[in-house]
Every structure is written in C-alpha cells, then in structure tokens.
C-alpha cells in the first residue's frame, strides 16, 4: 500500500508553537505602549503591487533585487508579498488622503513579512515585524519621541541596557556626494573588495559600509565619513537629536558604519543589535524617509518609523532571560475539572462553564474511560495545581472535591459554593 506523504512546513518558514504566547505578549505590549504615544493600528493586505516596492523600496536594493516572492495573477498583474511594511503603509496614507488628516499622523502595524533570503538563525522567509510611522514632521523632536516611544516598549517587554546605534545619512545630496566620494575611495581598493561590493560600487556604494567582511572593514577605516559631508540643515537636524536623546537619557552610540539596507532612507537612521543574536544580529532598524512619499507619486511630505523583527526580538528575550516571560506576564494556570466516570461528563461542563463564567480557566478531561488515576496524571501534566472531581458520592451529596497537587491535599466542598472556594485558593 502506497504511503501517504507527510507534509513539512515550506523552507524558511516556521509554525509558532512555543512561541506564539510570547508573541502575542510582545504584541500586546507594543498595543499598549504605542497607543500612549497616540499612535494607531493599521492592517495592510499581505500582497502588493510589485511596482510598490520597486519604486518605493529601489530597484538597487537587496530586498527588490533578489528577495522579493513575485508572481502574476491571472490577469497578468505583477504582485508581490511584502517584504517589509513601510512602503504599504506609505501608500494606505495617499489612497485614504490622510495628508487632509491632522499632521503628524502615527500609525503602527504588525503582521508577517517575506523575504526569499538564505535561511538561516533567525533569518526566516516570513518573519514577523511590528513598526510604526510617523508621517508629516519633519523636526528633530518626532525622531526623538519616536525613539523614546521604541524604548520604553523594549523596557515593558522586559529588556534591559538595549543600546541604539544612531547615524545621519543626510539629505539625498549628501547621498550623492558621499557615494561619489567613497567610491573614489575604493576604487583603488578593487582587489580587496569580494563579489557583492563591487557590484555595489557600481550601484549603490553606500551599502558597502555594513559590510561583514574583515578585510573590507579594515579598508573602510580609512575611508571618508558619511557625517563629514553632511549638508548644514542635516547637521543640525542630527546635533539636535542627539542632544535630546542625551537629554531623554537614551544609551546610544553614533555608528559611523550604519546605513540601513532599504534605499529610501534621509537623516536619522538607528538600529538595536544584540551579540548574543549571532551573525544576524539585529534586532530592529528604522530611521526617516523624507522623500518617500513624493517617490510614490504623492506630495512632499516627511516621515519616520521603525521595524522590530519580532521573531528576533522574541528569540533574544529567551536567550537574555531565560524562564522570565515577557513584560512580566502571568497567565492563570488552569484548574481542572475530571468528572469520574462517563455518565458525569454533564457535570464535569457544567462545573468548568461556571468556573470560566466567573473569569477562572477551566480544562475538563471528558475521556472519562480512563481511570481516575489516568485524568489525574494527564492534569498533572498540563501543569495544573488544582482539579475539581466530581462522581456518583458528590452528586448524590451536592458537593466536589478539590484537590492540589502541590501539598497533596483534598477537601470537600459544597457544590454552590466552589466557585467561590476555587477562586479565593487559586489567589491565594
Ligand atoms: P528591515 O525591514 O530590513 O529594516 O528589518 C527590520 C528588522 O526585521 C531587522 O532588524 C530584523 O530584526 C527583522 N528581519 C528582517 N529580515 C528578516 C528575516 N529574513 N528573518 C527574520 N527577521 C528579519
């Protein structure tokens, strides 16, 4: 007999198991501490316009190049799953008018992304991002409250001494400037570079700053600095916003490498790494993007926002902090009903339905085929501390036993009293 395939989940993409409560934590968190901040929720569809991106993200950057999952649909459209959720949002905020909106608007988002990358620790083909944008400020102090905004969610999740890495990439000008400069630079250097940053010398020389390779890296040290050449308004506008920063206490290091591989980028740009990450190690990157919106074909107006890898994000807490859940949390472990025997199944809805109408979680074991013996190990091993039992000598007298599993204990209760009675041991 010919044996049925097993399916396994598609490379680079994974089921949350584990997982999942801490990722609805972190989300929730993220709910809570960006809405004080006035910011509010937005979906966008999974799927795009490829153009989209192509216009939006660059048609010389890595995620537009070579990662994007394209396809045709059946009226020969060119769609693609979103590779990162700034540009959507971008274009939710021309086709909703919200420039006619008061300004700034601030909306978050989270949700699952794709890249066809490599798989690899922490680098997945859907991942999971929570961002925010702040549209329509072009000041200093939007960055800054953003950053404070980004910082006080990573101290609720539970995080401590999370430094950002902070840099200017100046106005579009500025871009153009340096890139011809360092290009200049590394020219000479041809032989030293590999594969991917000569082709970016040609491209988009930029990028070859966040190089991982030593040999590279020990060439840009030499080599001019993006902040040198930043224009006067691009200067003040970074002086200003370290100065807050330093002001809001906010740890950072202004990292003279740091250019963000999204090609849409203006001014302040910062990221979060962590050692502990490995090879990929970052955990979050945003920074501002002035011209985006007028890219998209809508009127000039500024913008800044970030994007957490929350699958990085979740992976780092659990490394950092083993056992700890995050922000704190403590779920309500769950109290288990076992009615002894089939025929007192009924009961055995009946007692968890009361136990859940009053706000207490209740599991019942229904498989009353078992014996007692076997429902009570199985409530053992969901972790439960206290079981509710309920069979023929409890029926007949109106009453259950409850009994912990901590101390061993039992009692017998009345039957229209153990709500109350589950309810004050479990707080206690
Ligand atoms: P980006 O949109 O490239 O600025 O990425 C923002 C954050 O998303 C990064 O700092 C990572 O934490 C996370 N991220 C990006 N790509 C992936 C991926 N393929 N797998 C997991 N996390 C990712």
Redesign the pocket.
């Known amino acids: 007999m010919a044996v049925k395939r097993r399916f396994q989940s598609v490379k ?1 993409m994974r089921d949350l198991v584990d997982e999942a409560p801490a990722f609805a934590e972190v989300e929730e968190t993220a709910r809570r501490v960006f809405s004080l901040y006035g910011y509010h929720e937005v979906r966008t569809p999974v799927v795009e316009d490829t153009e989209l991106f192509v216009r939006g993200v660059g048609e010389a950057s890595e ?1 537009v190049g070579k ?1 994007m999952y394209s396809f045709d649909d059946k009226k020969g459209r060119s769609l693609s799953l979103r ?4 540009a959507p949002v971008a274009r939710a905020y021309l086709e909703h008018d919200m420039a006619s909106w008061p300004q700034p608007v601030k909306v978050f988002y989270m949700g699952p ?1 794709f ?1 066809y ?1 490599r ?1 690899q620790a ?8 929570i ?1 925010a944008e702040l549209i329509g400020d072009p000041g200093p102090y939007s960055d800054v409250e953003l950053l404070v905004m980004l910082l006080r969610f990573l101290e609720e999740v539970g995080f401590q001494d999370l430094e950002v890495g902070l840099n200017s990439v100046g106005d579009p000008e500025c871009r153009r400037r340096y890139s011809r400069r360092l290009r200049e630079y590394l020219e000479p250097h041809r032989d030293d570079l590999g594969a991917d940053s000569l082709r970016r010398l040609e491209t988009n020389p930029l990028r070859i700053l966040d190089t991982k390779a030593p040999k590279e890296r020990e060439l840009l040290e030499g080599a001019p600095r993006l902040r040198e050449v930043l224009g006067s308004a691009a200067q003040s506008h970074f002086e200003v916003v370290c100065e807050q920063l330093a002001r809001f206490d906010v740890d950072f290091e202004i990292d003279n490498r740091l250019v ?3 090609d849409y980028y203006t001014r302040t740009v910062f ?3 962590s050692v502990s990450l490995g090879a ?1 190690d ?5 920074g501002r993007y002035d011209g985006l919106i007028a890219d998209l074909g809508g009127p000039s107006v500024p913008g800044i926002g ?8 979740v992976s780092l807490f659990r490394h950092l902090y083993p056992g700890r859940r995050v922000s704190g949390a403590s779920p309500q472990e769950p109290v288990c009903v076992v009615p002894v025997g089939a025929s007192y199944r009924r009961h055995g809805l009946e007692l968890s339905q009361a136990l859940r109408a009053a706000g207490i979680t209740a599991i019942c074991e229904f498989d009353a085929l078992r014996p007692l013996k076997v429902g009570l190990k199985q409530a053992n091993r969901r972790g439960c501390r206290w079981v509710v039992l309920i069979g023929e000598d409890e029926v007949a007298a109106g009453t259950v036993v409850l009994r912990d599993f901590e101390n061993g204990t039992q009692e017998t209760i009345q039957r229209d009293e153990f709500v109350d009675v589950v309810a004050t041991r479990i707080s206690a």
Do not use: K, M, S, V
């Not at 994007?307 to 990085?312: F, L, M, P, S």
């Open positions: 680079g995620i990662q590779p990162e959720g700034t992304y890249r990358e798989p922490g680098r997945y083909r859907q991942f999971n991002q961002g963000r591989g999204l990221e979060i790494t990929q970052a955990i979050l990157g945003g970030f994007a957490i890898g929350e699958d990085r994000l």
